[in-house]
Each structure stands twice: as structure tokens, then as C-alpha cells.
């Protein structure tokens, strides 16, 4: 079975662009969540998705956001990117939602903003 | 608030040698814990995780994990460390319907 995949797994853009990254679960899987990676502040939790609904939400500024479509797959927008946004961003997916449901995470976009 | 703390930033062992990272918590309940590992370029990895039972867990790679509710913690240990176990590790806890905290991690260098 394939794993958790993220596209791109490199992108580099301007101060001010936006951006989209990707992400495809494990089949059959219908929950996705997103984190944000960074030396200064860790892992950070994003948002959780499950059945195309938004579940939980981290604490992040309204400039991310994301979306599930109904093949599960994801994608996480930012917009008016800022220097400190350049991260590594996570996706994770599991078969179901709840912390008893372990969770499976792809190799990660590493975003720089330039 | 749930928080997770890794007391080590880095730590060093020799190849054989014995390891114990260092995991506290803090939550209100009994907390779902997890230990998770994280090579160069790479996504994370779950290592064991625990929700109840046994307080002595079992996970991959010869890793093993002790809850211990008296002292919050949820250390990580394997007996002997192999090459490859170099990587960054993090502890992750979670409550019933929260979302996932991780501990700023421990980098783990393995001398030869």
C-alpha cells in the first residue's frame, strides 16, 4: 500500500505570493491533518480534516487554510506568505479520526520564502 | 493546556550502548502518549505509542516506553542503540478530542 505522498516536496517563493501544497493519504484513509515544522517553534498542529469536513482547527492566522475533497485527498493554502512561514509542512492520514487512529505521515514540502 | 516537554536537546551514546530519552507531560487525564522518530528529509515515523494497560510498551525497532502517572513522564529507552537509530525523536500527547502536541524533540548522535 503506498504511503502518505506530498507534492511538491521543494517550492520556493516571494514575500507576498501564496502558495498550495498537496497531499494524498494512504487509501482509504479519510482523515488528514497538517503541521507546520520549524527549528524555532517545532512541530506545530495546523488543521485536521476527516470526510471533507475541518474538525480541528490549530492556532495559526487566517492566511493558512486547507481543504479535503471527497477522494480524501488534501491541500493547505497560504497566502500572502510571510519570511516566517518557511517550514517544513507535514501531512499526516489515518483511517480514522481520534487519537486512538494511529496516524502516518509523508516526507513533508519544505517551503522557503524569499 | 496540554504541553510536553523534552528535557535533552541532543544527546550522544556510543553504538551498544544503552538509551533513555526524556519525556513529561502535562494534562489534566490520562493522556494518549507517543514516542515518534524522524530521520534526515523525512516524515515522521510512530516508534509506540500508549493509551492504556500495561504501563510498559513495546514498539518498533527494540524500543520501549514506561507511563509512569506519578511523575507525568513517558521515557523512551532501548537497550542497545544501533547507527541507524541516529535521528531527531519527539513525544506527542493527546487528549480526547485534541489535536496533537509534540515535544521540541531530542536529537540523537550515535558514536561508532
Known amino acids: 500500500k503506498a504511503g502518505v505522498t506530498q507534492t511538491p516536496r521543494y517550492l520556493i517563493k516571494t514575500r507576498g505570493q501564496q502558495v498550495t501544497l498537496s497531499c494524498s493519504p494512504i487509501?482509504?484513509?479519510?482523515?488528514v491533518s497538517w503541521y507546520q515544522q520549524t527549528p524555532g517553534q517545532g512541530l506545530q498542529f495546523l488543521f485536521e480534516?476527516?470526510?471533507?469536513?475541518?474538525?480541528n482547527k490549530g492556532n495559526f492566522p487566517g492566511r493558512f487554510s486547507g481543504r479535503q475533497f471527497s477522494n480524501s485527498r488534501s491541500e493547505m493554502n497560504v497566502s500572502t506568505l510571510e519570511l516566517g512561514d518557511s517550514a517544513l509542512y507535514l501531512c499526516?492520514?489515518?483511517?480514522?479520526?481520534?487519537?486512538?487512529?494511529?496516524?502516518?505521515f509523508g516526507p513533508g514540502t519544505r517551503l522557503t520564502v524569499t | 493546556a496540554q504541553s510536553v516537554t523534552q528535557p535533552d536537546i541532543h544527546i550522544t551514546v556510543s553504538e551498544g550502548a544503552s538509551l533513555e530519552l526524556r519525556c513529561n507531560y502535562s494534562?489534566?487525564?490520562?493522556?494518549?502518549l507517543f514516542w515518534y522518530v524522524q530521520s534526515p528529509g523525512q516524515g515522521l515515523q510512530l516508534l509506540l505509542k500508549?493509551?492504556?494497560?500495561?504501563?510498559l510498551v513495546q514498539g518498533i525497532k527494540g524500543f520501549e516506553a514506561e507511563f509512569k502517572r506519578s511523575q507525568s513522564s513517558f521515557n523512551l529507552r532501548k537497550p542497545s542503540v544501533h547507527w541507524s537509530d541516529a535521528a531527531e525523536y519527539f513525544c506527542?500527547?493527546?487528549?480526547?478530542?485534541?489535536?496533537?502536541?509534540f515535544g521540541p524533540g531530542t536529537r540523537l548522535s550515535v558514536l561508532p
Open positions: 499526516a492520514s489515518s483511517s480514522g479520526q481520534g487519537a486512538t487512529y494511529e496516524q502516518y
Open positions: 487509501s482509504g484513509h479519510r482523515s
Open positions: 480534516y476527516f470526510s471533507e469536513t475541518q474538525r
Open positions: 494534562y489534566g487525564a490520562t493522556p494518549y
Open positions: 500508549y493509551f492504556s494497560g500495561d504501563t
Open positions: 506527542a500527547v493527546r487528549g480526547y478530542g485534541q489535536n496533537f502536541v
